[in-house]
């Protein structure tokens, strides 16, 4: 029977790993990207790097500080330096670049791409406050959003369409700002709903599946904002009152970046120093289980793989981290044991 593992820790860059991004097609790739300017390609169940994006020496990359696998996994979007490089997947080579359009940070830069749709993206724009939207059929970015925020962007993600805001066959965006504002956006940036948990805050993630007050489990769809504390936002289905919103703190480390398993049963958490945590949630509670493993660094990034086998990381250590978490929540496996 296969368990969780141990951490491996895959030293391949030379620089600062900023992003890392699973497959959602392919459930053992996952790439990362890091400050020298290298993205490159593993198998989680090789536990190994396989492949590197080749790049001229005309759209050479550096300080690439997030990567993302668009929805069906053909493409990776790589940001560096004001510019959206997208890659393909299967040969690593450039397909084309947007120029002056994504923010210049030094730390990971928000990026997300649509779960429904393989062409679109969205990522924070040059001045940190707004958003851009990227199809990637066409030679320049589809539309801008300034200044949605009065301070810089931390997080962005799309949101399940079932949720209880606008049209139901429209892309929804979450976008959460450093002051602890966080907004539910149409994609041309227009807010339908928005809340503060008043507290510094780096992240949001979003329970996963279709929007539901409660499942066979006792378990509603909420959002989840992690910084200073972990706040969490129940949303009114439409046409009630009383969207609720608890924040839990403060922490006794600030937190980085959430990550829900697909079944939304365990969250994963990146805390100050390396370390990566994991909480159970029972109901509308998030109970700590304790530490994962840890990096010598700060962790900038991770991501669990489609069936929930392994998780990785991306630290400033230089170290991308893999751990298999066990069995797949479903589908096959490559795992093999002999008797």
Known sequence: MQHEGLPLFIHAHKGMVKGISFSPREQYIFCSGATDGNVFFYNALQGQHVMSAKMSNAYAMKNINAVKYNADGSRVLATTSKRISIIDAERGDLIHSYENCAYPGRGRVPLASDPENPNMAICVNTNGKGIILLDMREQQPAKFSLDLHSTLIKDIMYLNRSWPY??????????????????????????????????????????????????????????????????????????????????????????????????????????????????????????????????????????????????????????????????????????????
Not at 220 to 241: F, N, R, T
Not at 307 to 333: H, K, Q
Request: net charge negative; glycine share 10%; aromatic share 10%.
């Open 166 to 339: 606008g049209d139901n066959n429209q892309p929804k965006v979450v976008s959460l700002s450093s002051d602890g504002v966080c907004k539910i956006l149409t994609i041309d940036g227009i807010t339908m709903a928005h809340f503060d948990v008043k507290h510094r805050s780096t992240c949001v993630a979003a329970t996963p599946d279709e929007y539901r007050m409660y499942n066979q489990e006792g378990f509603e769809s909420m959002l989840m904002i992690g910084g200073e504390c972990l706040s969490e936002y129940h949303p009114a289905p439409l046409g009630w009152k009383g969207s609720r919103l608890y924040s839990h703190g403060p922490n006794d480390k600030p937190i980085y970046k959430l990550k829900y398993t697909s079944n939304g049963h365990i969250l994963y958490a990146i805390a100050s120093g390396g370390q990566l945590r994991r909480y159970r949630r029972i109901g509308r509670q998030h109970q700590l289980l304790g530490e994962v493993y840890s990096h010598n660094d700060e962790v900038s990034d991770m991501d669990i793989s489609p069936n929930d086998e392994y998780i990785v990381t991306a630290s400033r250590d230089g170290n991308v981290g893999l751990m298999c978490l066990g069995a797949p929540s479903f589908g096959w496996t490559g795992f093999m044991e002999l008797a």
